[in-house]
């Protein structure tokens, strides 16, 4: 069974070796590409210096466009499982084995990285976990399904999930906008308690300036997913 490790990175020059040496040594069942998203600083340079497997995008089409391009090159390679494994160095490569044992023995199409069912290791910050409880009970309402932990980028799939993402994935902040869709198709999707780390370099993506935004956007996106065929 051959399963690959998508690590999407935009400009992680400060977190991306640290990653690929974790799931390096802690993963050596699995294969990794990092998708390098137009990065402006030295991410890039980094991945080539050290011979890490990487492709590079030439325009930044964001952490969709650059977690689809990861699941066309599992599809397009064969992969029977992939997973999302962001470059900030917040996810532990140590569990990935437990998620693709649980993923085929459950024959599962998604399992999520959850730090809310142990709620051990770095939990976010106050206002983000206020969002995440908000994202759990609106998933919830529409679906019937608890994700405790919708946000995560944590999140492994089988081959049917791959296709599925490799034709079409969200743009904008896409996990729970993903895990809504394919509940809503009846896929099987369970969590996992895995422990997450504090980001030690860079910033995220989701500011407090755009946070409003976010919640909006994303609400949006789910509700129109309940209404997709």
């Known amino acids: 069974m051959k399963k ?3 690590i999407p990175a935009y400009n992680e020059s400060g977190n991306i070796e640290k990653t690929v040496h974790d799931v390096i040594e802690h993963a050596p069942g699995f294969d990794y590409v990092i998708v390098n998203d137009c990065s ?34 599992a599809m397009r390679n064969g992969y029977d499982i ?8 917040q996810h ?18 998604m399992v999520i990285g959850s730090r809310y069912i142990a709620k051990e290791g770095f939990q976010s910050s106050g206002l983000r976990r206020l969002g995440i409880r908000y994202f759990t009970g609106l998933i919830r309402v529409l679906t019937r399904k608890k994700i405790t932990d919708p946000t995560s980028g944590m999140r492994m799939v089988n081959r049917r999930v791959i296709e599925i993402f490799a034709a079409d994935y969200p743009k904008d902040y896409p996990e729970p906008e993903s895990v809504t869709f394919l509940l809503k198709k009846k896929l099987k999707v369970e969590e ?24 909006i956007k994303v609400t949006l996106a789910i509700l129109v997913a309940m209404l997709r065929r």
Do not use: W
């Not at 210096?49 to 090159?73: C, E």
């Not at 992939?82 to 160095?89: H, I, L, S, Y």
């Not at 990935?96 to 649980?102: F, G, N, Y």
């Not at 980001?199 to 407090?208: D, M, N, P, Q």
């Open 40 to 73: 402006t600083d030295d991410t890039l340079k980094i991945c080539r210096k050290n011979g890490f497997h990487v492709l590079s995008l030439p325009v930044n089409l964001g952490i969709g466009g650059g977690v689809q391009t990861g699941y066309l090159y």
């Open 4 to 6: 690959l490790v998508i």
């Open 92 to 109: 532990n490569a140590s569990y990935l084995e437990e998620m693709a044992k649980v993923l085929t023995e459950k024959q599962l199409d």
């Open 192 to 215: 996992i308690p895995v422990r997450m780390n504090e980001r030690e370099s860079g910033v995220s993506s989701i500011s407090l300036k755009n946070s409003v935004y976010y919640m």
């Open 82 to 89: 992939a997973v999302q494994f962001d470059g900030d160095g």
